[in-house]
């Protein structure tokens, strides 16, 4: 009897910390979405809106420091070269929204969202074309690193599709 006890409470141990788990990964998914919504409606109101703004608000400290730093920068000069764009402007394309810099957010036609092995969400983004956004070799996506507390979530880091860190890089390049 006794060992019954024991294994029921361990099952149901398991089953409350599998269930958080699920919840967790519920919670970042429903995050990232809730971001992407927010920046598309956004960008739909101001075509010159950056979802950066978008980004910054649903980011923790360390991330919205980097984006003010990388912000900050962007259009900073080399003294020696009056018309030469600092190394730190091509960073801004890390933690924005959308692929590369051609397009605006609000253009995509789908976004997918899945959540991956390493407990990042992965966004893939379709503007354009015959792709299938579903396929293993799909490139155009952003990966974010999230911290939960309960069901509130914040961005704590965006990767590029050739794996570089916002956060990094706005400290390697952007300091």
């Known amino acids: 009897m006794r060992n019954t006890r024991l294994v029921l409470a361990l099952l149901a141990t398991f089953a409350a910390t599998a269930q958080a788990n699920a919840n ?13 919504n927010d920046a598309i409606r956004a960008a739909e109101k ?21 984006i003010a730093l990388i912000q900050s920068n962007t259009m900073s000069r080399y003294e020696e070269y009056e018309y030469a764009i600092s190394p730190c402007s091509d960073t801004v394309y890390i933690p924005k929204l959308a692929v590369g810099n051609a397009y605006s957010i609000n253009e995509a036609s789908a976004i997918n969202y899945r959540l991956l092995n390493n407990g990042r969400v992965r966004a893939s983004i379709m503007v354009q074309g015959n ?36 956060k990094f890089e706005a400290d390697k390049a952007c300091r």
Not at 30 to 36: A, D, E, N, V, W
């Open 131 to 166: 792709e299938d956004i579903n396929a293993a070799d799909f490139i155009e996506y952003k990966d974010f690193e999230l911290t939960c507390q309960g069901a509130t979530c914040k961005v704590s880091d965006v990767f590029d599709s050739y794996g570089n860190s916002a």
């Open 46 to 66: 101001d075509f010159g809106n950056s979802s950066l703004d978008t980004v910054f608000a649903y980011s923790d400290r360390e991330l919205q420091n980097a």
């Open 24 to 36: 967790e990964e519920l919670y970042k998914i429903k995050t990232i979405k809730l971001m992407y």
